[in-house]
Each structure stands twice: as C-alpha cells, then as structure tokens.
C-alpha cells in the first residue's frame, strides 16, 4: 500500500514539474495578427490576460501586449483612436486614459517620444506610478496604429531592482514583434519613419 | 479592488439596517472607544489620500473653503469640532466627510457651482455628517444587526476587521436615508443662519441633476444615495416653504466665489477634456470665460477641446481659439504647437514650420520636442522650408 502510494505522489510530482516547465519555457503567444519571440525564462501566468507574461510574478514585472480594435472604447476616457491620428495624438490618448484610472496614483509621464516598431510608425511612453498600497512602478509603453487595430507593447515593472534587470528583455520581445497580416494605415505616420 | 468589494459588504450592512440608534449629541465631544478607533482608521486613509498625489493644491482655495466652514460652525452644535476642508483633483460630483471633521469637495462639484451659497449648502451638509456622529451611528446600527443575529454583540475591533475600512464606510458608501435627510435638514439651517440664501441648494441639486442625466452617468454619492435626489429637492422645497416662508433672504457671493475658485475651475475643465467629456469641458471654459476674458490659457483650453472633438468645423473652432490665446499672450507654447499640429495635419508644411519653431524657441525643453523635431525635419524634406 504504501508503495502504492508513493507511486502516486512520485507521478503526481512528476507530472506536475512537466506541467511547469511547459509553462516556463513558453517561446510565442497564441495566434494573432503578431508574432513575437519570447527569451528564456519568460512565462505566462494561468488565468491572466492571454498574452501577458512575466518572468518573477506579475506583480513584480510584466509585458502585455495588445491588439484592440481602434474604435473599442477605453474605460477610463470617452476619446478615441482613429486611423488618421498622427502618433503623438495617439500617445496622448493613452496618456489620458492612464492618467484618469483612479488605481493609478502620483502618475508622471518622464518621456514621451516617436517610435518605430516592427516598421510603423508609433510612439513609445515612459511613465511612473504607484498603486493604492503605494508601490512604486514603471512602464515603459510602445503602441501604433495599423489598420483598424491598435497594437501596443509594454513593459511593467516594480520601479526598484526590476524594471532595470529585465528592461533588456522587453526590448529584445519589442525588436522581434512582427504584424503577421500587415494592413496599411491610412495615418501617413511618416515622422518616425524618417529617423 | 479590494476597497470596493469592502465597501459594497459595508453597503449591503448599511443599507438593510434600520434607523440607526440615535446619538445624544452635546456641545462637547467626549470620543468613546468606538469613535477613537473610527478616528484612528480615518487618519490611517486620510495619510494614504494625502500621499496619493490627488489633493488639489491651492492654499487660497482652502483658506477660502475653511472661512467658510468657519462661518457655518459658529452656529453649529458641536463648537469643539474641528473641520479641514481639502479639494480632490477629480472631475466627478462628489463630496464626502470623514468622521474626524476632514471633507473632502471633488474639483468637478466646485467647478460646477455658481455661488458661495451653494457651496455653503453642500459643506454645512457634510459638517452635519460630522457633527451629527453619522459615521458612529451606522458603526452602531451594523453592531446591533450582527448582535441580533449572534449571542455575542461583536467587539469594535471585530467589527474592524470584518469592514477593513470601517473609518470611511460611511462616506465613502452613503449613509441611510434617515441620515442624508438629517444632514440636508440641518445642513440647511446651518447655511441660513449663515445668512446664505437656502434657495441656492436647489439650484445646485438642478444643475447636477441636469448634468448626470445629460452625461448618463451613475448618480455620484452625494447626490445619489438614499435619498434620490427628487425626493432631496422636495424636502427642501417643503423646508423652505414651511419653515423660512417669509424668511427667505441671505446672500450668494457670486463674485467672490468665482473670483477665488476660477484657476480651479480650467483645472478641473482640463481633467473633463482628459476624460473625453467634451460638453461639459466646453460649457465650464466657457463660463469661466464669461468672467475673466482675456486669459489665454482658457481660450488654448477651448482650442484643444475643439481639436481633440474633432468633429465637423471643430478645427477652424480650434484655429480661432488658439489665435486669440496667442494675441493675449504671445509667449505661451502651448497654442503654437497646437497650431503647428493642426496646419501639418493640413498639409500646411510652411504654416506648421512656423509655429513649431516658435514653439520650441519659447519652450525648448517641451515634453514632445521629439515630435516637433521630426515634424520640423519633414516639413523641411518635403521642400516647404
């Protein structure tokens, strides 16, 4: 009997460690209109966000990344995105929408500045936080518009140790993200383009 | 999260109790140990909303909004009480008081006042809550509901735990009926004997019923917990007709009142336009407008709204707006680069050339240089330098 049940546990153990390593050595992300490459060490949480991944535990550094239909509206503000918007009027509604969440307390924007990703012209926000327990926090946030979607990438960390240690990380997973069925955008976002 | 599933057990308490168990109120204020701990866990939050970076900072404001609370205390019953009044950064229509005698006014419910008088209303109301023990009367009414349904009556420390924020459940989740009505009645007579005109609550209860029906929003708590604000209106109404018939004088203040809150006032327009709420944002820049007529800021702030709306005309709207802003002063970036944006969305290259440069020459270390760089080299590679 007792064999029996040591039997048990070992296979219970075992199964359960297959189960994590699958996990933890996550390379992409389900299907989309993106492909992204994923570096080691990176996995995703059950039961969160579907494409959001983490490498500590959310709480201590995310990326999430996106694509939302442009005419969805934001919960926090009435503005929307549109295809003719240049990227820094789409930078600005993030902004807004970010800056009016109540969760988000001592917001303070540190660079907002055009960005290429992936080809399209876009924007990148750098931002700081702290939630309602006062944790401080930074994100680093790209985004474009392509068609009807919006696409957006960021990187969430504790301001302390974290952001720092894994930055390197999210701009590798931003240098590898790819528009699987790239749509032209109507917005002649040529100014990042000519960096 | 968290403070909200709190608040809505709290509210679930609170709202099936009965009336809650009335408190002898006397002139001086002797805190029992249900009251010191209510204290102690209000002060716990008040440092977190403090530390929050969401207080408006504007000494002349609150100078001016504790004066007020001043005139309305001297005719209070609790004389020993004192009361600090801070304003939120929030666009909302609220208002709350925490039972330690800090309220709280939502820049969006001071914006949207027209008088003195109607902010009396509104802060003698809350006054009441604190005088009046309110916080301490729902803590009874939830001890008395759970002691009627256990043997033991719960310890005040149990009751902590179980509300976790047992120090703002109150405030932050609407007291009772019984209660609202008690602090709009005697909030009332407090203004009165204040010699404000009584009249101006209903005015404000007009304004902000009109405003919630006209955004579609949920009834904030100071208008829209127990009771509804039609049946606040006419308790006032019947106050006002049976107990003040024939009495009815007292002043607004309009002019000192929009003359202290107006920087507020384009403030919190600011925070309606981040929030999409274009209308509201509008109708407040331009009733600020009605009364000082030449700042500039105002006049870029009613630029961006139109140019963010975006719709049919809004942008010869903006142009406007952003052409006065630049006469009356020439110095200010901000409606250059607004310029520079629109014109080179236009395709306008030579026109937004101008005006990002002067942008960057008055404001070098702009947060969006970057952008105004790379317009500015566009506009030259594209041969319009």
């Given amino acids: 009997m007792k064999k029996i049940i040591a039997l048990l546990i070992s296979l219970f153990l075992i199964t359960g460690c297959v189960s994590v390593a699958q996990e933890r050595s996550l390379k992409s992300l389900p299907d989309n209109e993106f492909s992204v490459e994923i570096p080691e060490g990176w996995w995703k949480p059950n039961h969160i966000n579907k494409y959001l ?30 295809q003719g918007m240049l990227p820094q009027e789409a930078a600005g509604i993030i902004i807004d929408e970010i800056a009016s969440d109540r ?23 750098l931002f700081i936080y702290k939630d309602r327990k006062g944790s401080a926090f930074k994100t680093l946030y790209y985004g474009f518009i392509s068609g009807d979607s919006f696409f957006n990438l960021r990187y969430n960390a504790a301001m302390r140790h974290y952001f720092e240690k894994d930055i390197a990380d999210f701009e590798q997973i931003l240098s590898s993200f790819r528009v699987v069925k790239p749509k032209l955008s109507k917005a002649a976002l040529e100014i990042a383009l000519d960096r | 999260m968290k403070y909200l599933a709190l608040s809505m057990v709290a509210w679930c308490l609170v709202a099936g109790c009965a009336t809650p168990r009335p408190i002898p109120v006397t002139r001086t204020l002797t ?13 716990e939050e008040l440092n977190a909303i403090n530390a929050s970076g969401v207080l408006y900072q504007d000494v002349e404001i609150e100078n001016y909004l504790n004066r007020i609370a001043a005139k309305l205390h001297a005719n209070s019953i609790s004389p020993d009480f004192s009361f600090q009044i801070k304003v939120v950064k929030d666009p909302s229509l609220n208002a709350f008081a925490f039972p330690n005698g800090v309220i709280y006014i939502h820049s969006g419910i001071l914006a949207r006042m027209d008088n003195e008088a109607q902010l009396a209303a509104l802060l003698a109301h809350e006054m009441v809550h604190c005088t009046h023990r309110h916080s301490l009367r729902v803590l009874r009414s939830i001890k008395d509901r759970t002691a009627a349904k256990n043997a ?15 120090g703002s459940i109150a405030p932050l989740s609407g007291y009772t009926r019984e209660l609202e009505t008690e602090a709009d009645r005697i909030g009332l007579d407090l203004a009165v004997k204040a010699n404000y005109d009584p009249r101006e609550i209903l005015n404000l209860f007009e304004l902000l019923k009109q405003e919630i029906e006209l955004e579609g929003v949920k009834e904030p708590y100071f208008f829209g917990t127990h009771p509804k604000v039609g049946q606040r209106i006419e308790n006032v109404k019947n106050w006002l007709a049976e107990k003040y018939r024939g009495k009815i004088t007292g002043t607004k203040n309009t002019d000192v009142f929009q003359s202290k809150i107006s920087r507020l006032v384009l403030d919190n327009a600011r925070l309606d336009l981040r929030q999409g709420r274009f209308f509201v944002a509008q109708r407040t820049v331009e009733k600020f407008l009605a009364v000082k007529q030449d700042d500039a800021r105002a006049y870029f702030l009613l630029g961006e709204i139109f140019r963010q709306r975006g719709r049919q005309d809004d942008a010869a709207a903006a142009i406007k707006n952003y052409e006065k802003s630049i006469s009356l002063n020439p110095s200010f970036p901000e409606p250059h680069k607004a310029m520079g944006l629109i014109h080179y969305k236009d395709g306008e290259k030579r026109l937004a050339k101008k005006y990002f440069e002067s942008c960057l020459l008055l404001s070098p270390d702009t947060i969006d240089r970057a952008y105004i760089q790379g317009y500015l080299r566009l506009c030259v590679t594209n041969g319009e330098g």
């Fill in chain 1, 103 to 125: 969760r988000i307390l001592n917001f303070d924007v540190i660079e907002n500045a055009p960005a290429v990703i992936d080809g399209y012209a876009g924007f990148k926000i």
């Fill in chain 2, 152 to 166: 033991r009556p719960p310890r005040v420390r149990e009751l902590a735990q179980l509300l976790g924020i047992t």
């Fill in chain 2, 31 to 43: 805190a029992n140990e249900e009251e010191q701990m209510l204290w102690r866990q209000a002060q």
């Fill in chain 1, 53 to 82: 991944i983490t490498k500590d535990g959310a709480f201590l550094q995310y990326v999430l990344i996106q694509q939302r239909p442009i005419d969805l509206p934001y919960r926090h503000t009435k503005k929307k995105l549109n």
